[in-house]
């Protein structure tokens, strides 16, 4: 579905500095793939290098092999949504018409939502289990109530592929656990291909497919996720010595830090 | 499907926009600027009946003798019907403008006068007067450049997202330079004919010549109808510029857009009618407090509103203290300072 063809890409001001060199990674349909890094590793950049924000210096964004530098943004947008955190918004709004703006890229340059973007729209919030949110101003949600009503803007574009950036920042782990449920459901009931950066490497342990690892702008390792996190290459991937073990139900890997400075005989 | 009551005042029962609210919405302001223009009409130093008013204009059209008398012919409709036909044309493209920089820099607080747009426009007016009054409409084209350049300006300088409050201090900073350069153009020229047009600047409809007046009716007709087109856009830009993009929408276009057809309308506005302050601001907030942000809804009601406001503001300035006249932009900041204050408040929440 996506295909990311050794991606070379640096910022104007930070040359000659490479943000990414040459990243080469495929999403398929109905998998879940997660990015992970440190801080700064360009994982944030890859993701909108993916959705044609930013033009690599080289390499190819496809789309079902074909070069979205091909595409109108309309057409971008039909195929690919990109879920971030959203803040409050300055001007009063209700989830519905915030979900509605969805539906942009289906749209005539104005005119309006028809009732067949009002019931996808409502799907969409239904989908994200929002659909109680639907006519309450946007501004009044809680944080995860938000994502979840974001989440649901960007199924209104009927997407086949979702890109999530750090979706489930700031949210507690009810929240974390149920949005990545929400499109680990998503993905098995409509094929969606998802990649998502995030900083819960546990969480992704247990709901990617697969893992890509990425470290001052280039691919560490990638692959199944059982076979990508070992505690050798997390622990060089972070700096930090980090150990795996296995959750006591799902058998995922589960990942264990120590204290820094701290020392074994410490604990006496 | 769900049906509840929404929190917006009219148009109950669907949290988003639909036709029937919006086509609700634009007949009652239109009936109320009418009602208000007719009033307009017949208020003043010399009173004409409203009943007389609709045989003089049908009189004057189809060319047959007036039911007024001649000072009332000429008080009717070479004095008061431009000056309200100006009012209307300066208060729509003001709030129109100020609708659409508040979408684009997602900024309630933005206005063509408060982030010092209208500034730039009376400094190129100023300009032409000075220095190219010879070419014609060079003072609508140079206000225009001048509020294109301002935006420009203000734009870069109070770019911060976190802040809505960064953006306007950028503005009062542009707005106090420019009126700076004006007080120093003006009095170097010694000329007490350019006096009186910088006191003109401060918002004074009663001068208005008519090739003014038919570039902002122009300006207003054009520049309204292109950014409805880019009202769907708006909306979602005023949510966030990330996501519009990665949503379909071509930003960089919709922003240079935007933006120009704002300066145009400032520009037209402000060489026209003065820098006359708050419209820009006070009007798109109503429409959103009265039916919702969608702009689709808020920019044409804002164009409606607007002219309203001025023309109101308008018929205070010049029957309050009458026959004394107050500048009409004084009436306007009356109203909106505290409006102002009161949104800064709400966004500092």
Same mark, same amino acid.
């Given at each position: 579905?996506?295909?990311?063809?050794?991606?070379?890409?640096?910022?104007?001001?930070?040359?000659?500095?490479?943000?990414?060199?040459?990243?080469?990674?495929?999403?398929?349909?109905?998998?879940?793939?997660?990015?992970?890094?440190?801080?700064?590793?360009?994982?944030?950049?890859?993701?909108?290098? %993916?959705?044609?924000?930013?033009?690599?210096?080289?390499? !190819?964004?496809?789309?079902?092999?074909?070069?979205?530098?091909?595409?109108?943004?309309?057409? $971008?947008?039909?195929?690919?949504?990109?879920?971030?955190?959203?803040?409050?918004?300055?001007?009063?709004?209700?989830?519905?018409?915030?979900?509605?703006?969805?539906?942009?890229?289906?749209?005539?340059?104005?005119?309006?939502?028809?009732?067949?973007?009002?019931?996808?729209?409502?799907?969409?919030?239904?989908?994200?289990? %929002?659909?109680?949110?639907?006519?309450?101003?946007?501004?009044?949600?809680?944080?995860?109530?938000?994502?979840?009503?974001?989440?649901?803007?960007?199924?209104?574009?009927?997407?086949?592929?979702?890109?999530?950036?750090?979706?489930?920042?700031?949210?507690?782990?009810?929240?974390?656990?149920?949005?990545?449920?929400?499109?680990?459901?998503?993905?098995?009931?409509?094929?969606?291909?998802?990649?998502?950066?995030?900083?819960?490497?546990?969480?992704?342990?247990?709901?990617?497919?697969?893992? %890509?690892?990425?470290?001052?702008?280039?691919?560490?390792?990638?692959?199944?996720?059982?076979?990508?996190?070992?505690?050798?290459?997390?622990?060089?991937?972070?700096?930090?010595?980090?150990?795996?073990?296995?959750?006591?139900?799902?058998? =995922?890997?589960?990942?264990?830090?120590?204290?820094?400075?701290?020392? $074994?005989?410490?604990?006496? | 499907?769900?049906?509840?009551?929404?929190?917006?005042?009219?148009?109950?029962?669907?949290?988003?926009?639909?036709?029937?609210?919006?086509?609700?919405?634009? =007949?009652?302001?239109?009936?109320?600027?009418?009602?208000?223009?007719?009033? %307009?009409?017949?208020?003043?130093?010399?009173?004409?009946?409203?009943?007389?008013?609709?045989?003089?204009?049908?009189?004057?059209?189809?060319?047959?003798?007036?039911?007024?008398?001649?000072?009332?012919?000429?008080?009717?409709?070479?004095?008061?019907? &431009?000056?309200?036909?100006?009012?209307?044309?300066?208060?729509?493209?003001?709030?129109?403008?100020?609708?659409?920089?508040?979408?684009?820099?997602?900024?309630?607080?933005?206005?063509?006068?408060?982030?010092?747009?209208?500034?730039?426009? +009376?400094?190129?007016?100023?300009?032409?007067?000075?220095?190219?009054?010879?070419?014609?409409?060079?003072?609508?084209?140079?206000?225009?450049?001048?509020?294109?350049?301002?935006?420009?300006?203000?734009?870069?300088?109070?770019?911060?997202?976190? !802040?809505?409050?960064?953006?306007?201090? +950028?503005?009062?900073?542009?707005?106090?330079?420019?009126?700076?350069? $004006?007080?120093?153009?003006?009095?170097?020229?010694?000329?007490?004919?350019?006096?009186?047009?910088?006191?003109?600047?401060?918002?004074?409809?009663?001068?208005?010549?008519?090739?003014?007046?038919?570039?902002?009716?122009?300006?207003?007709?054009?520049? +309204?109808?292109?950014?409805?087109?880019?009202?769907?856009?708006?909306?979602?830009?005023?949510?966030?510029?990330? !996501?519009?993009?990665?949503?379909?929408?071509?930003?960089?276009?919709?922003?240079?857009?935007?933006?120009?057809?704002?300066?145009?309308?400032?520009?037209?506005?402000?060489?026209?009618?003065?820098?006359?302050?708050?419209?820009?601001?006070?009007? &798109?907030?109503?429409?959103?407090?009265?039916?919702? =942000? !969608?702009?689709?809804?808020?920019?044409?009601?804002?164009?409606?509103?607007?002219?309203?406001?001025?023309?109101?503001?308008?018929?205070?300035?010049?029957?309050?203290? +009458?026959?004394?006249?107050?500048?009409?932009?004084?009436?306007?900041?009356?109203?909106?300072?505290?409006?102002?204050?009161?949104?800064?408040?709400?966004?500092?929440?």
């Amino acid at each position: 579905m996506l295909q990311l063809r050794d991606i070379h890409f640096s910022y104007p001001n930070q040359r000659p500095r490479e943000t990414i060199s040459g990243v080469t990674l495929d999403v398929r349909a109905g998998e879940m793939v997660a990015l992970l890094g440190p801080n700064g590793s360009g994982k944030s950049t890859l993701l909108s290098i %993916a959705i044609g924000a930013l033009k690599p210096d080289s390499g !190819d964004v496809l789309f079902d092999d074909e070069p979205i530098a091909g595409f109108s943004r309309r057409e $971008i947008a039909q195929r690919m949504a990109m879920v971030a955190e959203q803040g409050a918004i300055r001007f009063p709004m209700t989830a519905l018409e915030y979900v509605l703006t969805g539906r942009y890229a289906y749209s005539t340059a104005f005119g309006f939502d028809s009732p067949r973007d009002v019931e996808i729209a409502m799907q969409s919030l239904g989908a994200a289990d %929002a659909a109680q949110f639907a006519h309450r101003r946007f501004n009044q949600l809680s944080s995860g109530e938000r994502q979840r009503v974001t989440l649901a803007r960007s199924l209104a574009q009927q997407p086949r592929l979702l890109l999530l950036d750090e979706p489930t920042a700031n949210a507690d782990i009810a929240h974390q656990l149920s949005l990545l449920d929400l499109v680990r459901g998503l993905t098995r009931e409509r094929g969606l291909g998802v990649m998502i950066v995030t900083h819960e490497i546990n969480l992704a342990a247990e709901f990617a497919d697969r893992m %890509a690892l990425i470290k001052d702008g280039r691919l560490v390792a990638c692959g199944a996720t059982r076979e990508v996190m070992t505690a050798e290459t997390l622990s060089e991937l972070f700096e930090t010595p980090l150990f795996v073990d296995h959750h006591p139900l799902s058998g =995922s890997p589960v990942v264990w830090w120590m204290r820094t400075g701290s020392r $074994i005989e410490d604990r006496g | 499907m769900y049906i509840m009551k929404t929190e917006t005042l009219i148009g109950q029962g669907k949290s988003y926009l639909t036709v029937r609210r919006a086509l609700i919405v634009i =007949s009652v302001l239109l009936l109320a600027l009418l009602g208000f223009a007719v009033a %307009a009409l017949s208020l003043g130093s010399e009173h004409v009946a409203a009943g007389q008013l609709f045989p003089a204009l049908i009189s004057k059209l189809i060319g047959t003798a007036s039911p007024l008398s001649r000072e009332q012919d000429v008080i009717i409709f070479s004095l008061r019907l &431009p000056r309200i036909a100006m009012a209307i044309g300066v208060g729509a493209a003001l709030a129109v403008a100020g609708a659409g920089f508040q979408a684009l820099l997602r900024n309630p607080l933005a206005d063509p006068y408060v982030l010092g747009v209208s500034g730039g426009a +009376a400094l190129g007016s100023i300009t032409a007067i000075i220095f190219a009054s010879g070419l014609s409409y060079s003072r609508p084209l140079f206000g225009f450049a001048g509020a294109a350049i301002a935006t420009l300006i203000v734009y870069r300088l109070g770019k911060r997202e976190d !802040d809505p409050a960064h953006l306007v201090l +950028a503005g009062v900073v542009m707005s106090t330079f420019l009126s700076s350069v $004006i007080v120093l153009m003006t009095a170097m020229t010694d000329n007490v004919k350019l006096r009186n047009i910088t006191l003109w600047l401060l918002g004074d409809l009663s001068s208005g010549a008519v090739e003014g007046l038919i570039f902002v009716l122009i300006a207003v007709a054009v520049g +309204a109808a292109i950014l409805v087109t880019q009202s769907r856009a708006l909306n979602l830009m005023m949510i966030g510029e990330r !996501d519009a993009f990665a949503m379909g929408v071509e930003t960089a276009r919709v922003r240079w857009v935007v933006h120009l057809t704002a300066s145009l309308l400032t520009g037209a506005a402000v060489s026209a009618g003065g820098a006359i302050g708050y419209v820009g601001l006070v009007t &798109p907030h109503l429409a959103r407090l009265a039916a919702g =942000s !969608d702009n689709r809804l808020v920019i044409p009601a804002s164009a409606i509103g607007g002219a309203l406001m001025v023309l109101i503001a308008d018929t205070i300035a010049r029957t309050a203290l +009458a026959p004394r006249e107050l500048p009409t932009g004084a009436i306007t900041a009356l109203i909106g300072a505290p409006v102002f204050v009161y949104l800064l408040l709400k966004s500092r929440k």
